[in-house]
């Protein structure tokens, strides 16, 4: 039987016979279908940590541990006896694995590559259940544990810091992060390996790769997030975008056949995936946060053979001739014989000129528990008046000692649900300000005190408040489709009907009927 250290798993409540099932005669006859079986010697490393998940082992006899170096030498995290499988979530991204895959006993293991374990996935629905629950429980195990290849050593007021752990919880990675102001040892840390307190963020990556303020996609090359992906064969369907709409596209179409491609400027889940809880999402009656929701449906695309790439944002459709491209950041052309565009929309900003300076520092567009984190026990205003506005009042008003919610309009009714009205207006802890406006910021490194204006009287007042969500709505991100399709004074992309004779025309639309709903 499978032991992990602390036991984790059976405190959090889900058993431990689903993170680390035992498989049957039988089911382990129609796995080693699927792959070949070898002898193995104790000592014998099938994996090394680092190493590109290309490989999933069930051990017929002996035993496999699963290492990682630390400070008193090889600490085993668990232990694969007869009947158990080795893996996790990297083993349908092909990203590089956590831990050392060793063997422990002399016996004899089932080795199946990737691309045979995903045709088994998707053709042996009672072996996929078993094998997308272990996954999916085991990265959530080392997550939860920290047990990861990053070291974050950052600060609670810096901007930076922020962001990145952002990116990577958003991405589903396991990181430690070393707070400069709280926890112990990280001077120890900054002298190992030559980086100073003004170098902050830094991300230790992989043990000794050390970056300084690193961009998202800097840290995504340092951990291989794209390292499996082909960048340069033709795919049936190119998605742009890995919301909600764009990962259920990726579902549909790879879950027909169809090679996948999907590209995604920062991690799965789009705006949904920072929402604290959804509530009116069909199929979920008791709710679901916006993060869960975008795990499923992103490791339910890379079930059926999907693949995400990770921090590269499309900066043009290149349309002239078929096959389509589109171009990423670093210049790479992504060939494509269909693309479906959902790259959704940008945050709106507040039009204040030092607004900059606080993003991240005291200004935020997610409330998550990251940031629940940072402003508990204390006051916090939120800007908006829609459904994410609503969903962030009700999230924060659980740990903050007040919200303020500030509305520009005379009221909710409008532009919320009706059921998060009523949670709203039932809170004790939650105060609207109808016909406000914020109209200053004022901080020294981190946001200290926010101006706001009541529309009506013209009547300023000023506040100590150190965090402020801003939930205006958002702008669509289309800015890169221009000289390709047809945009209205919005941005919004116009399809079928909307589509005028001279906008075809400028087009060149090549068919004899007119553009079908949603086509352009």
Aim: charged share 20%; proline share 4%; net charge negative.
């Amino acid at each position: 039987m499978a032991q992990a250290v602390n036991g984790e798993q059976a405190r959090s409540g889900v058993r431990a016979d689903q993170i680390y099932p035992t498989l049957t005669a039988a089911q382990i006859a129609r796995i080693a279908a699927h792959g070949r079986r070898r002898r193995v010697a104790p000592g014998e490393v099938l994996v090394q940590a680092g190493e590109r998940t290309a490989r999933l082992f069930v051990v017929a006899s002996g035993r496999i541990d699963v290492v990682r170096p630390s400070a008193a030498g090889e600490e085993v995290l668990v232990s694969f006896g007869p009947g158990m499988f080795t893996g996790e979530v990297t083993m349908l991204s092909g990203r590089r694995g956590l831990a050392q895959l060793q063997v422990g006993a002399v016996g004899e293991v089932i080795e199946v590559g990737r691309d045979d374990l995903l045709a088994l996935i998707q053709t042996d629905g009672d072996l996929s259940e078993i094998l997308m629950r272990a996954f999916i429980l085991r990265r959530a195990e080392l997550i939860a544990r920290g047990v990861g290849d990053v070291v974050l050593l950052g600060s609670a007021h810096c901007q930076g810091t922020l962001r990145i752990r952002e990116f990577l919880t958003r991405n589903g990675h396991p990181y430690t992060v070393l707070d400069l102001d709280r926890d112990a040892g990280v001077e120890e840390l900054l002298e190992r390996f030559h980086v100073s307190a003004a170098d902050v963020p830094v991300v230790i990556c992989r043990g000794d790769v050390v970056l300084r303020n690193p961009t998202n996609q800097q840290i995504a090359d340092c951990l291989g997030f794209n390292d499996a992906i082909d960048q340069t064969t033709i795919r049936d369907l190119v998605i742009v975008g890995a919301g909600p709409s764009g990962l259920a596209a990726a579902v549909y179409g790879a879950s027909e056949g169809l090679d996948v491609l999907v590209v995604e400027s920062t991690a799965p889940g789009g705006q949904a995936g920072a929402s604290s809880k959804i509530e009116n999402y069909l199929g979920f009656p008791t709710g679901i946060s916006g993060q869960d929701l975008a795990d499923r449906a992103y490791t339910q695309a890379e079930k059926f053979g999907a693949q995400v790439i990770i921090a590269k944002g499309a900066t043009r459709l290149a349309c002239d001739r078929k096959p389509y491209a589109i171009e990423i950041g670093d210049g790479q052309r992504l060939p494509a014989r269909a693309v479906i565009i959902a790259t959704g929309a940008e945050y709106r900003r507040l039009p204040i000129e030092n607004l900059p300076q606080f993003e991240g520092a005291g200004v935020y567009y997610a409330a998550t528990f990251m940031e629940a984190q940072l402003c508990a026990d204390e006051e916090v205003i939120i800007v908006g008046a829609g459904n994410s506005a609503g969903q962030a009042a009700v999230f924060l008003a659980q740990g903050a000692k007040r919200v303020h919610m500030l509305i520009r309009s005379e009221g909710l009714a409008d532009t919320m649900s009706r059921y998060l009205i009523s949670r709203i207006e039932d809170h004790p802890r939650i105060v609207r300000h109808v016909h406000a406006e914020i109209v200053s910021l004022e901080g020294n490194g981190h946001l200290e005190r926010v101006g706001w204006r009541d529309k009506q009287s013209g009547r300023i007042e000023t506040h100590g408040i150190r965090h402020v969500f801003a939930m205006t709505g958002a702008a669509p991100s289309t800015r890169w489709l221009g000289g390709c399709l047809a945009l209205d004074a919005k941005g919004f992309i116009k399809t079928g009907p909307d589509l005028s004779p001279d906008d075809l025309a400028v087009a060149r639309w090549p068919l004899a009927r007119p553009p079908h709903l949603l086509e352009a």
